[in-house]
């Protein structure tokens, strides 16, 4: 946990990124040794990225959707980081896609879902109150978000707040 940063804020990043949510359901409790060593595999993946700066990874937050989903948030400079981080066979996470691929299949104990957005250079808007550095702000850095309402739309548009 963070400390909070008390007020209003916005993410300081600029330019272009990518984001990824990625995440997993259980779909039946019981069958905990389907589920359970899923669980297990996201943590070392993200230590191996963030170890690596070149890699093209900016940072991630997990979350919980429910009591089922553990969904996981990842910004990444790039598409192509994305995708050769996906597909190196020698990282990490090609040998647990296919030992998952493997051990649960389509079974239906477990559900895992992505999704990618490329977001253009201007295309997001943050804001966070009263919260520890999270999302893009982490990634980022946090800065005051002032000004009205319209504020998100000058934020969006790269325009000084006021």
Excluded: C
Excluded at 73 to 91: G, H, I, N, P, V
Excluded at 139 to 144: E, K, N, Q, R
């Amino acid at each position: 946990m963070g400390k909070i940063v008390p007020g209003r804020m916005t993410a300081a990043y600029q330019g272009p990124l990518v984001v990824f949510v990625i995440g997993m359901r259980i779909n039946r409790w019981r069958q905990i040794g389907k589920w359970w060593p899923l669980t297990r595999l996201m943590e070392p993946m993200i230590a191996e990225l963030k170890a690596d700066p070149e890699s093209g990874f900016l940072g991630a937050e997990t979350m919980l959707s429910g009591l089922r989903t553990v969904v996981l948030l990842q910004y990444w400079r790039d598409f192509d980081s994305l995708e050769t981080y996906a597909r190196a066979r020698d990282k990490r996470h090609w040998p647990a896609w296919a030992a998952f691929n493997k051990a649960v299949g389509k079974d239906g104990s477990v559900g895992v879902f992505h999704e990618t957005y490329v977001v253009a250079d201007r295309g997001s808007e943050t804001v966070y109150v009263n919260m520890p550095a999270f999302g893009l702000g982490k990634v980022g850095g946090l800065v005051p978000a002032t000004g009205s309402r319209e504020a998100a739309r000058s934020r969006m548009k790269g325009e000084a707040e006021g």
